[in-house]
């Protein structure tokens, strides 16, 4: 096989839970400052919010890698959240969802424990608290007061940085021309460059030829008829 050159691109890589690191660009740029500042926040909580595919979990992950925080859900909520809370701060993703489980007491009880014990609070979600449904008056009024952070959603520059890693981390060398193909056709979302790739890889593999904007057509254009 002949040799594909990588595309360079040289971003800052932040490591989280699992071993995924995520990419700092514009688009998240902000998002990242924040959660750099803490435990400098104006506030015991702040909320990341942003569409589908924007990284937002991604970027929750990396918070609770860094700061050594506790991941809480629907069910760890509902069982009265941790019950030593030694950790210096918790992460609750999709916590729009979570409320409307009819968990908004347990989550006004956990925001009241961390905050009387100078403990933070991330909550991630598809849009900003002041447009969450909120019955409790108590836990709205924190939620309006917390700091709405939005994370835009993948511009080129992250989508390609991310294609390469996908692509490195298949082993897989691709020339610059296949990734600027894909990032000018694709959905903005990391979902959609998984599956390309991973489509990608598959479709070489059984033809035995390398990754080239022919194939890579072909497997785009494959999947936007299966959408």
């Known amino acids: 096989m002949t040799e594909r050159r990588q595309l360079p691109l040289d971003f800052d890589h932040r490591p989280a839970l699992g071993g995924e690191e995520f990419v700092v660009t514009p688009s998240n740029a902000e998002a990242v400052a924040w959660i750099d500042r803490w435990p400098d926040w104006p506030g015991p909580a702040l909320a990341l919010h942003g569409p589908p595919g924007c990284g937002k979990t991604h970027l929750a992950q990396v918070f609770a890698a860094g700061a050594g925080a506790c991941l809480l859900g629907a069910g760890e909520l509902a069982a009265g959240g941790p019950d030593d809370l030694t950790a210096p701060a918790c992460v609750v993703d999709d916590a729009e969802t979570v409320l409307a489980q009819g968990l908004e007491e347990a989550l006004l009880h956990l925001h009241n424990r961390l905050a009387e014990a100078g403990r933070h609070l991330l909550l991630a979600a598809r849009r900003p608290p002041a447009r969450w449904t909120v019955a409790l008056e108590d836990l709205r009024s924190r939620l309006n007061a917390a700091s709405a952070i939005a994370i835009k959603p993948p511009d080129d520059t992250l989508i390609a940085a991310v ?14 021309d296949v990734v600027s193909f894909m990032v000018a056709r694709m959905d903005r979302s990391f ?34 008829e299966e959408d």
Not at 191 to 219: G, S
Request: without cysteine.
């Open 163 to 176: 294609l390469v890693k996908l692509f490195a981390d298949r082993q897989l060398r691709v020339d610059s």
């Open 191 to 224: 979902d959609a460059a998984r599956r390309l790739v991973a489509a990608l890889d598959a479709a070489a593999l059984a033809e035995r030829r390398n990754i080239t904007v022919p194939l890579a057509r072909r497997v785009v254009e494959l999947a936007s």
